[in-house]
């Protein structure tokens, strides 16, 4: 049983271009969960999905950023525009709909963006 | 909000030692998770050890066990016969039993970067 994919492992971008981060959940997982880690801090939650709605995205800049989960294929975290502080890793995890509540997150092995 | 704090930066023990790493967490709730993620240089986030706070014997995995002091609002990570292996960032979080995830679920410490020497 596959863990986490995320992918890329590594992207870089220019200011102002658009990043894509796709993360696909362990398999009969329906609850996906972004994070962002920037060096020397621990993960800060960011959004909460399930399949085709966003649950909680409190943690989620307001402006750029933006995320999905459709009823196919993987979980995108979309970042328009990119600026030098978006530099960070951004981890995805997954649960399954029966434990959601006990906090058990599968976590993917991250996406590090560098914006240049 | 809650708040988790891990006042050890970096630690640094022998091999075969038994190493403590500390962490607090500030939280009006009653009912709540709290774990110890591991995060060895391939960055990939691993549950080490999980307490549920309604659970008063303390949890063990091995060679893992916690130290859960409800009242104090501590919660620190024992490691005993410590091996290479281990060397790692451990990031103590904490979770509200209600929310299900989400932003009142996984609430993140700072880290320890735990060093085994050989």
């Known amino acids: 049983n596959a863990g986490v994919m995320q992918n890329p492992r590594h992207l870089v971008r220019r200011r102002g271009q658009e990043a894509r981060l796709r993360c696909s959940p362990m398999k009969g997982h329906s609850h996906v969960y972004w994070y962002r880690q920037l060096p020397e801090e621990g993960l800060k939650f960011m959004v909460y999905l399930q399949k085709e709605n966003i649950i909680d995205e409190s943690g989620m800049p307001k402006e750029r950023f933006s995320a999905e989960f459709p009823k196919e294929g993987p979980s995108i975290l979309r970042i328009q525009q990119v600026v030098r502080g978006d530099s960070a890793a951004y981890f995805c995890a997954s649960s399954p709909r029966t434990r959601a509540n006990t906090g058990e997150l599968f976590f993917g092995e991250g996406s590090r963006l560098t914006v240049l | 909000a809650q708040t988790v704090t891990q006042s050890q930066p970096e630690m640094s023990v022998q091999e075969a030692e038994t190493v403590t790493l500390s962490c607090t967490y500030d939280?009006?709730?009653?009912?709540?998770?709290l774990f110890w993620y591991k995060q060895p240089p391939s960055r990939q986030m691993i549950l080490v050890i999980r307490q549920e706070a309604y659970k008063q014997q303390n949890a063990t995995e091995n060679r893992f066990s916690v130290n859960f002091q409800k009242a104090a609002k501590s919660f620190s990570l024992k490691i005993s016969d410590s091996q290479l292996g281990d060397t790692a960032m451990y990031f103590c979080a904490f979770m509200n039993l209600h929310s299900g995830g989400g932003a009142d679920g996984l609430t993140f410490g700072k880290g320890t970067h735990l060093i085994i020497q050989p």
């Open positions: 939280t009006s709730e009653n009912n709540y998770y």
